[in-house]
């Protein structure tokens, strides 16, 4: 066993304590501040829970991505896959329901929904690609939930499409793998843990508001999850796979919190 006090933080004086623990605080979010509420965060604390020394730059940005990697492993223990997101009554659809991508609206990419094929690979039992026409014969179901964007907006929206947990039991799915990834038409990606990915709300949806979902918001395909935020429900996708390898996502990789629970 190595005694923690050996592992005594030494931090050299070119490097800004007060701004390192600042970008720290930063990465942990709601539940991990709730669960350190009790204990002051320090660099030294940190650094004990990350395993991080911080010797110089490059040790600073290990640090910071250990940090963030620390929250989202809070997150995920303190995800309750039983507990729904609020549902709402369609009087509160917001209208219009605003759209969102890393491009604007005239960017938004063209399916083509009869050439179009869902390659499922990686840790899964059943690799056929899925057309549209199979998958709209898989049981549906409809939510009304809120989609709540980090950029600051949030809106009220109707989807409807198959159980994603469903659709990973249909396909033999290796549900103790860790992520599932997503490739989107857009160059989009995005990885979910396997908790959230079962989670009763969770669907891959096929319309919006009754209608086969338009381009902008994602045709054929949004897989919607009412309890992540909006970055975290990838649209446009054309494949999947079931991995234990971290993925990352096209935001996640600029700095965003993986687990991004709402
Ligand atoms: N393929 C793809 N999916 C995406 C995005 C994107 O740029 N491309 N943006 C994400 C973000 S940040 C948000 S808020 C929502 C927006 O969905 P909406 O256009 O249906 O409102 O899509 C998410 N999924
Ligand atoms: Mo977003």
Request: glycine letters at 8%.
């Amino acid at each position: 066993m190595t005694d923690p006090k050996s592992k005594l933080l030494v931090i050299p004086k070119s490097l800004d304590r007060d701004m390192i623990l600042k970008d720290a605080e930063r990465l942990l979010e709601a539940p991990a501040r709730r669960l350190f509420a009790k204990r002051a965060l320090t660099l030294g604390g940190l650094s004990l829970l990350t395993g991080c020394q911080l010797t110089n730059e490059k040790s600073v940005n290990q640090f910071l991505t250990a940090v963030s990697r620390l929250n989202d492993g809070v997150q995920g223990w303190m995800f309750d896959p039983k507990q729904l997101a609020p549902t709402y009554p369609e009087s509160m659809l917001t209208k219009p329901f605003p759209f969102n991508a890393f491009y604007d609206i005239d960017s938004t990419p063209e399916v083509n929904g009869e050439s179009y094929k869902l390659e499922v690979s990686g840790l899964v039992q059943d690799k056929h690609a899925w057309t549209l026409p199979e998958l709209y014969a898989l049981p549906q179901t409809s939510q009304i939930t809120r989609h709540i964007c980090i950029e600051g907006w949030s809106a009220i929206g109707h989807w409807s499409g198959t159980s994603f947990a469903g659709f990973l039991k249909r396909i033999g799915a290796d549900t103790s793998a860790k992520y599932i990834g997503f490739k989107c038409a857009d160059d989009y990606f995005e990885s979910i843990d396997m908790a959230s990915a079962l989670h009763p709300q969770s669907l891959l949806t096929f319309t919006y508001d009754g209608q086969i979902l338009p381009p902008k918001y994602g045709y054929p395909m949004k897989l919607r999850m009412p309890t992540k935020l909006g970055y975290k429900n990838p649209k446009h996708i054309v494949a999947m796979f079931v991995t234990n390898t971290y993925p990352g996502g096209y935001w996640v990789d600029q700095g965003y919190n993986w687990f991004g629970g709402v």
